[in-house]
């Protein structure tokens, strides 16, 4: 059995939620299983180990889960972005759309350094708006998008289109639907 198909097994379906229409794809499953979470990690690790990454920019909040410990694991910085108001000292920001409304998230401004090799991650990617807004956040602190990192990609939404138009970079992710 593939790790697609064993993630496949493991997410839950929510429906109507956060609002009515919306299937919210659930992967808190994923990280109640120690060996599935493990392979889930192994193989972003794979996919990754080669680049030079000098930082890890998880999105709030199911992206905190994994990105710290693929920064762990690649031997690099974990930066957190996250919704507005949420972070203690000065930020900059970023507005966006959601596939279901607007949001503003932040990181704080010293956070990347010129020159960095960042890489952006979160847990799922429906039209980019959230990866796009945490890769603009990189881009005003002149950092580098090298990669975005996902486990489910939504497929009959654009994210994967405009993170490759907006950024260059053709994302990655584990499982599709």
């Known amino acids: 059995m593939t790790l697609a198909d064993k993630l496949n097994l493991a997410i839950r379906n929510v429906a109507d ?8 794809k659930d992967i808190t499953p994923v990280f109640a299983n120690p060996g599935l979470l493990h392979e889930v990690v192994s193989a972003l690790v794979d996919e990754y180990k ?15 889960i994994v990105a710290p410990i693929l920064a762990y694991e690649l031997n690099c910085r974990f930066i957190p972005v996250r919704k507005k108001g949420k972070l203690p000292y000065e930020t900059i920001t ?13 990181m704080h401004n010293d956070a990347i350094q010129p020159g960095w090799r960042v890489l952006v991650h979160d847990d799922l990617l429906a039209t980019g708006g959230t990866a796009g807004a945490a890769a603009n956040l990189v881009k005003k602190l002149e950092g580098e998008i090298v990669g975005f990192s996902f486990l489910i990609n939504l497929s009959f939404l654009p994210g994967e289109q405009n993170l490759l138009k907006r950024f260059g970079v053709k994302p990655h992710y584990i499982i599709s639907y």
């Open 17 to 24: 939620y956060p609002q009515p229409g919306i299937l919210f």
């Open 50 to 64: 080669s680049q030079k990454i000098d930082a890890i920019v998880g999105v709030e909040a199911r992206g905190f």
């Open 94 to 106: 970023e507005d966006y759309a959601l596939e279901y409304g607007k949001a503003t998230v932040e």
